[in-house]
Every structure is written in C-alpha cells, then in structure tokens.
T-cell receptor, first 117, second 115 residues
Framework: NAGVTQTPKFQVLKTGQSMTLQCAQD?????MSWYRQDPGMGLRLIHY???????DQGEVPNGYNVSRSTTEDFPLRLLSAAPSQTSVYFC????????????????FGPGTRLTVL | GDSVTQMEGPVTLSEEAFLTINCTYT??????LFWYVQYPGEGLQLLLK?????DKGSNKGFEATYRKETTSFHLEKGSVQVSDSAVYFC??????????????FGQGTILTVHP
C-alpha cells in the first residue's frame, strides 16, 4: 500500500490564481480530510468527507472547495489564492467507525507546501 | 467546542534526559486521545493513542495515560535521544455530535535533543 499520497510537494502561486491539491489513498478508507498547518497553531481542519459524494466544512473552509467522487480521491481546490493561504496542507484518511473498533486513527500524507505571493 | 492545549515550547534537552510534554483537553463525551510526531520535512505519524480513561498508550519508549479526572494526556519518555528531535502534537478525536471523528490538535511542541 502506498498509503496517503499528495501532489504536488511544493507549489508557488500568485495572488488570484487557482489550483488543485491532489490527495489519494489506497486503503479503502471512508473518511478523508484536509488540514492546514501554520506556525504556532497546530493543524486546523479545512474540509472533510465521510464517504464518496459527502463532504462538509471544517474549522477554516473559506476560500477552499472539495469534492469526493470516488473513495480514493479527495482533491482540494483553491479558488482564488490569497497570501493568507500560504501554509502546509495535509490530507488524512481513516476507516469509518468509532474508537471501540480501533478505526479512529487518521493516517497523514507527506504534505504540500504552498506559497502565495 | 473541543480544544487541546499543549505546554509552550520549544523544549531543549540533553541526550538521556527525562521528557514530559503536558497536554490537557476539553471535549464532550469520551474522545480518543493521540500523540502525533512530525520529523523535519515529513508528515505526521501516529506515535501512540488511548481510547478510554486510564488507558496507557506506548510506543518507542514514549508513554501517555488518559486521565479523565484531570482531562490530561501528558507525553513522557525516560531517556530521550537525538533522533527524538521533532514536533509533537497532542490531538483528540471527537466522540459525539458534530465533532464526531474530527481531529482537534494542540499547537505542537518543538523538541530538540542535544548530544
């Protein structure tokens, strides 16, 4: 298993440009999510999905779009990039179910470092 | 809503020193608790977890005990190594309502271990 993969690894955008960060997992996980990591703030949830066709907002969703057409893929779209979106973005996945089934551990991809000028 | 508070960092230790990183949380119900580690330039890896009160998670010499009475999940290691230098994140997985399944992170603690 490749686990959770993310592309690209690095990206530089100009203000106003759009782009899509790719995330894929081959573990047949139902639950996928996107986080951003900023210094001194830990990781914050942007959007998440509990299965194909179902998405919802997290803590910091503004300026981002997601869709989940397959179980494997969960792309994150920046509609009009802003300097405030300069961050490291992590995708994560997990099986569905609760802690008592041992399925609540999330597995993270290697991250995408995005700079918006 | 759910929240996690970690001790302020960074933490600098000499090799073989004892490590404690404090973590306290606020959550409804009975969340699962996690410690993740991020080595330089890498993503997050699960270090250990605990899913109910008084559970002790352990891995690679690190330990943490789920204390519901003090809402804490402090990370400890008896003798740190240079290779333990990393950023450590405490996190909880929501147990109920709209927080179900979502990870809430602390701000992270940078650990540097010198030879």
């Amino acid at each position: 298993n490749a686990g959770v993969t993310q592309t690209p690894k690095f990206q530089v955008l100009k203000t106003g440009q759009s782009m899509t960060l790719q995330c894929a997992q081959d573990m047949n996980h139902e639950y996928m999510s996107w986080y951003r990591q900023d210094p001194g703030m830990g990781l914050r949830l942007i959007h998440y999905s509990v299965g194909a066709g179902i998405t919802d907002q997290g803590e910091v969703p503004n300026g981002y779009n997601v869709s989940r057409s397959t179980t494997e893929d969960f792309p994150l779209r920046l509609l009009s990039a802003a300097p405030s979106q300069t961050s490291v973005y992590f995708c994560a996945s997990r099986l569905g179910g609760s802690a008592r089934f041992g399925t609540d551990t999330q597995y993270f991809g290697p991250g995408t470092r995005l700079t918006v000028l | 809503g759910d929240s996690v508070t970690q001790m302020e960092g960074p933490v600098t230790l000499s090799e073989e020193a004892f490590l404690t990183i404090n973590c306290t949380y606020t959550a409804t119900g009975y969340p699962s608790l996690f410690w993740y580690v991020q080595y330089p330039g890498e993503g997050l890896q699960l270090l250990l977890k605990a899913t109910k009160a008084d559970d002790k998670g352990s891995n690679k010499g690190f330990e943490a005990t789920y204390r519901k009475e003090t809402t804490s999940f402090h990370l400890e290691k008896g003798s740190v190594q240079v290779s333990d230098s990393a950023v450590y994140f405490c996190a909880l997985s929501g147990a109920g309502g709209t927080s179900y399944g979502k990870l809430t992170f602390g701000q992270g603690t940078i650990l540097t271990v010198h030879p």
